[in-house]
Nanobody, 124 residues
């Protein structure tokens, strides 16, 4: 089992920045590919970014590419999401997720572990 706890969400004005963190505990964090997803009210959960076990491979959804950066620190068992130039449409609950293989994936169903989420609200 892997436990995931997100932090760093909050209220920010459009154009601002936030850095989300996801602390992992349980099994060896470095064995897992990780991802960030988000869900806005009334919408399905959607892919944001994913990273391979070593951090060398990353993929982003088109709507965040160039603004968000996913990274990981395996020594600290922590996943990050740096979000810059935030827009009101980025408002959502953000979830980190882990999958029991080393390769990243944009598909939520391929993830085995999920955090409880952290709210990000961007005001216009």
């Amino acid at each position: 089992q892997v436990q995931l706890v997100e932090s760093g969400g909050g209220l920010v004005q459009a154009g601002g920045s936030l850095r989300l963190s996801c602390a992992a505990s349980g099994r060896t964090f470095s064995n897992y590919a990780m991802g960030w997803f988000r869900q806005a009210p009334g919408k399905e959960r959607e892919f944001v970014a994913t990273i391979g076990w070593r951090g060398g491979t990353t993929y982003y959804a088109d709507h965040v590419n160039g603004r968000f950066t996913i990274s990981r620190d395996n020594a600290k068992s922590t996943l990050y999401l740096q979000m810059n130039d935030l827009k009101p449409e980025d408002t959502a609950v953000y979830y980190c997720a882990g999958r029991s293989v080393t390769s990243p994936s944009p598909t939520p169903a391929r993830y085995d572990y999920w955090g409880q989420g952290t709210q990000v609200t961007v005001s216009s």
